[in-house]
């Protein structure tokens, strides 16, 4: 009796060790495609700064001056 009992709760104990490996495997394939996201979005924001020209940049400073100043 003491067995069997055992043996259920090592059951569930695998089926649940199994199911949290594949959620935490998700998670970090979520993680990793977001940060390929966030990479790709940073090299295209910057090839943007790269292309303005120096009227459109101060523009930008001054922008990024007044949000500052708004926190």
Avoid: P, T
Avoid at 12 to 34: F, G, I, S, T
Wanted: glycine share 0%.
């Amino acid at each position: 009796m003491v067995k069997q009992e055992c043996e259920k709760l090592r059951v569930k104990y695998e089926a649940e060790k199994e199911q949290l490996h594949k959620d935490l495997l998700n998670r970090v394939e979520k993680v990793l495609k977001l940060e390929m996201q966030l990479d790709e979005v940073k090299d295209a924001y910057k090839q943007l700064e790269n292309s303005i020209s120096r009227d459109d940049l101060k523009f930008k400073q001054k922008a990024q001056n007044l949000e500052k100043n708004l926190d």
